[in-house]
């Protein structure tokens, strides 16, 4: 079973920067892709930054050039976030869409809070 752990959320000022990580455990055979998504109060939640097993990366408009999404290995995965605004205030999610024995599934973990104060 691949369990994953956020953390590096936080309080930040506008114009901050933090960096989230995300590393799972239990044994990972394959990734498909990695992602980060947030979730803003009374808002879905959207797709912030994706990076393929390959290391293609896809990026949500509102963060190109600001967020670096990043993973040495396929148990580990990084965000970046730099020049930081209020809207980007809301819970961060770690989402591995991979195979773990005979699983191919989405994993995903309990999420980090990131504040943005203006």
């Known amino acids: 079973q691949v369990q994953l752990v956020e953390s590096g959320g936080g309080l930040v000022q506008y114009g901050g920067s933090l960096r989230l990580s995300c590393l799972a455990s239990g044994s990972i055979f394959r990734i498909n892709v990695m992602g980060w998504y947030r979730q803003a109060p009374g808002k879905q939640r959207e797709l912030v930054a994706t990076i393929t097993g390959g290391g293609s990366t896809n990026y949500a408009d509102s963060v190109k050039g600001r967020f670096a999404i990043s993973s040495p290995n396929k148990n580990t995965m990084y965000l970046q976030m730099n020049s930081l605004k209020p809207e980007d205030t809301a819970v961060y999610y770690c989402?591995?869409?991979?195979?773990?024995?005979?699983?191919?599934?989405?994993?995903w973990g309990q999420g980090t809070q990131v504040t943005v104060s203006s």
């Open positions: 989402k591995f869409n991979a195979q773990s024995g005979a699983r191919v599934g989405d994993y």
